[in-house]
């Protein structure tokens, strides 16, 4: 291809942003980035009585979030409604469009009928302009439609990037309403998507479409739309839906949720970038790579042809991954914003980084962070069984030794750790039923990362204070 790939993503501000328009805004970017090429952001807001300003903002912010940066855009469809129907105007001159007068009532009567003797319901064509045809008497009080012209003989044919060669043959199609009814006399309605969508990539110059395969129906109406106006033909490519653990379509119980809850729930951007990215393409058997390696990679190839399947369990892994390896200080601040959504409210400086650094490689999520994290913030209550457990009678004499040997200690993690083993060589005791008695007093659970470094994250007042709680 000589043009400059340029390729788009056209959400519906219907609802929000979700995994499957997430996965194919990722692969429209990543392909536009490896040819050095444009990615465009529409917004495709034709159906004005469900979209929404609010659904607007949640797109524009789950792209951000998700760090897919846009070129150009976003482009509204409502605000280039003048230049659709110009278009539609053209055609109907050229003779490739027409107004249709079939009330709904007729339509119903003619599928109905076409029903009976066994057809597929569709329209009939009764006025579709054709040599030598009489149409109709335009009806008194009706609005029209317009309908574009499909051709009748021959085939559509394109080299789908995913599926290969597909052919529909033009008469399983009918002539597609690509203007609703206007409220003025011989006036064009608001377009519709179909058609929006063909003007759009045509204006924008698109160069390859990648989008879910409940699309491919559309596209050979798209194509003949397409070469009605003589437009060069984008190459098309259909991705498989992602299923649900269970088989079935991913409901909102196994993640079909606003991709911005995944913020809320811990995850990295780059980790679900990563894992999207999995799901229907594949680089050999790298499970994780970094943003750079796959915009180096992402070429349209390896492209998979089955459904991909949503597996909590390994996002998570691939969430931990990322977790351990970033840097504690770019934890903190989304550790802060955890915290928060919990009522704490806490600076990310360096105290917050060295937990992060503490605890990150035990946590999938920033959740689970945050979960460690509490402790240090928010008064803590042990549970009855652990105090049971662990602060016994046997062992309440070397918590009061360890509680006055700290008082007197430097605060740092050589000094406390001194002071553990000392009061451990004093009462002849192993370190698990010292170290569980102290957790459980000052963490609030039995099992924490080595007790010196929890400790000397706490500050030496709360820590005596919960130590000498027993």
């Known amino acids: 291809m000589t043009r400059k790939i340029r390729t788009r993503i056209a959400p519906s501000p219907t609802g929000f942003l979700h995994l499957g328009t997430a996965r194919t805004a990722l692969f429209s970017w990543a392909f536009a980035r490896h040819f050095g090429g444009d990615f465009i952001l529409r917004i495709e807001d034709t159906d004005e009585a469900r979209s929404t300003q609010e659904a607007v903002d949640q797109i524009i912010a789950a792209m951000k979030w998700l760090e ?3 070129d150009e855009g976003p482009f509204y469809q409502m605000q280039r409604i003048d230049r ?44 579709r302009p054709e040599p030598g045809k009489r149409l109709p008497a335009v009806p008194e009080g009706v609005a029209p439609v ?30 597609l309403i690509i203007a609703r009814p206007s409220s003025e006399p011989g006036g064009i309605g608001t377009p519709t998507y179909n058609f929006c969508v063909v003007v759009d ?9 990648i989008r879910g395969d409940d699309h491919v129906n559309n ?34 119980r196994h993640g079909a949720v606003s991709v911005l809850q995944y913020e809320e729930d811990g995850y990295l951007p780059a980790a679900m970038i990563n894992y999207l990215s999995r799901l229907g393409w594949s680089h050999g058997d790298d499970e994780v790579y970094t943003r750079e390696q796959l915009i180096a990679w992402f070429d ?28 504690d200080d770019t934890l903190a601040p989304l550790l802060a914003a955890q915290l928060a959504r919990r009522g704490v409210q806490v600076q990310a400086g360096e105290h917050l980084a060295r937990v992060c650094g503490l605890f990150k490689d035990r946590c999938a999520t ?19 069984e652990d105090l049971e457990a662990h602060v016994t009678e046997a062992v309440k004499p070397a918590l009061a030794t360890l509680a006055a040997a700290l008082e007197g200690v430097e605060w740092n993690k050589p000094a406390i750790a001194a002071a553990i083993k000392q009061t451990l060589t004093t009462h002849g005791l192993k370190m698990p039923v010292l170290a569980h008695a102290v957790r459980v007093l000052v963490c609030g659970r039995a099992q924490t990362p080595s007790l010196d470094a929890v400790l000397e994250l706490f500050s030496r007042e709360i820590a005596m204070k919960r130590l000498h709680s027993f």
């Open 366 to 384: 920033t959740v689970e962070l945050a979960d460690w994290a509490m402790m240090y913030f928010t008064d803590i209550t042990p549970r009855g």
């Open 146 to 175: 317009i309908r574009f012209r499909n051709p009748i003989e021959g085939d559509v044919t394109w080299d789908d990037m995913v599926k290969g060669p597909i052919t529909i043959n033009n008469r399983e199609l009918d002539d």
């Open 68 to 70: 897919l940066e846009y």
């Open 84 to 127: 659709y129907r110009e278009v539609i105007a053209s055609m109907l001159e050229a003779g490739t469009a027409y107004r249709c007068y079939c009330t709904p009532a007729e339509l119903d009567e003619m599928r109905e009928a076409q029903r009976a003797r066994g057809e597929k319901p569709r329209y009939d064509g009764r006025w």
């Open 201 to 209: 990539d045509l204006d924008m110059q698109i160069t390859h479409v």
């Open 219 to 252: 596209t050979p109406r798209q194509i003949n739309i397409l070469r009605a106006l003589g437009a060069e033909l984008p190459v098309y490519g259909h991705t498989p839906m992602i299923l649900g653990p269970d088989g079935d379509k991913l409901s909102k």
């Open 300 to 327: 349209g190839q390896h492209l998979a042809k089955s459904p991909a399947q949503w597996d909590a369990a390994k996002l998570n892994w691939v969430n931990g991954q990322y977790m351990k390896a970033a840097a």
